[in-house]
């Protein structure tokens, strides 16, 4: 990592990282704006056209702090489309983990590019994509749980697409604590407050019977790897994990309190989430993004040996783990078809409704539209499309 200073108020972070697969090079910015007032309070809503984020007060020791503020990293080719000759499309990912299978294979294998795209994977936390969703920012972004409460508080967005319709999350305690009940006075790492995870971790205190708001204290980490840091320092007593995550916390002693795999709950990952007015004034674009995304999504569905691969690259783990992975944790959460009905659209809603403490929400046709999804899969399926190796 290099840090260049270009004037009292610029900062770049640069990372160049080689792909073990092509051996193809992105190059990871990050580029800081300091801001006059030093207002941290809104640093969400300084995400600026060319791919970077503006932080109040942000000094050089940058690289821990970044992560704990939840900055833009840019994802972009190193040989780039020539300007002009594709649409781009600025797109907010939570991680990089099998929640975004769907998109980065289908930047990889090139169908974006063929519907005439050219797509920006931003890392950015869960809860901030959401903003900078709303402020025009991304025009999609990837979140599933996390995407629900500013829909159910009356952002004008709409779920058109999910990858999965199961949590892909466990809960893993220090060894000592034997039950979720265990728990109180404890405290709990997520990646973001408002997150999935946190979500998720809220509903099952309720159901053994703790106040989430005050018999826990959860903590926001930000990335897996800094989670699992945590509870391996002991900043938390307990954290909210993802594979491959949860294969070093096994191995390493750590109590598995909860798989919400097996849970009854409805938890979208890996969805399509956009603006209403994106919808109104670029349904053609929008087709075209969901497109390239269904052929990653049967990628995955339909071509195991192929996808363990990219499992590999993406969670950095060997071939043998990422095999597991796929068996026994993607290919097992994911929807039979992108969509999903509305009993299962309602039992997504249900559990955040509780968190939020709202009576009711708004009719599920304001929240899910799955027609442009639909579309697509009709026409795949007419043309008997096949993903290739």
Known sequence: MSIVTGSNHLCRVGVKRRDSDNWTIWRETIIIRRL???????MDQRIMRVGFI??????????????????????????????????TVKIAIPSTTQAVLPFTIARDKGYYRAEGLDVELILVSAPIASRALLSGDVTVATVGG??????????????LFTTYNRAMFWLYA????????????????????????????????????????????????GVMPT????????????AMLAPPVTF?????????LVSFPKQDLVELQGSVLVRDA???????QMEKFLRGTYKGFLHIKDNRAATIPFIARYLQVNDRVAATAYDQVVRPAMTQDGTLSAEMQAKAVEHVLKRLDLK???????????????????????????SGA
């Open 278 to 284: 994106s919808l109104q004034s670029d349904a053609a």
């Open 36 to 42: 006059p007032g030093k207002r941290m309070s809104r």
């Open 360 to 386: 009711e929400a708004p009719p599920l046709a304001k929240i899910f539209d799955f027609s442009l999804t639909r579309k697509v899969m009709t026409e795949l399926q007419s043309k008997n499309w096949r």
């Open 248 to 256: 070093k916390a096994h191995e390493s002693g750590f109590r598995e």
């Open 146 to 159: 996390a995407g629900l409460p500013p829909v159910l508080r009356g952002s004008p967005f709409k779920f």
């Open 174 to 221: 220090k060894s000592e604590i034997r039950d979720v009940k265990a728990l109180k006075g404890k405290r709990v790492g997520v990646s973001g407050i408002g997150s999935g995870p946190d979500s998720l971790l809220r509903e099952i205190l309720r159901q053994n019977g703790l106040d989430p708001n005050r018999d826990v204290t959860v903590l926001s980490l």
């Open 54 to 87: 503006g932080l109040g007060g942000m000094g050089r020791p940058m690289a821990i702090r970044i992560l704990h503020a939840s900055v833009l990293l840019l994802f972009l080719p190193f040989a780039r489309l020539q300007e002009g000759l594709a649409e």
């Open 227 to 238: 989670i699992f840091s945590g509870l391996q320092s002991g900043i938390v007593d307990a």
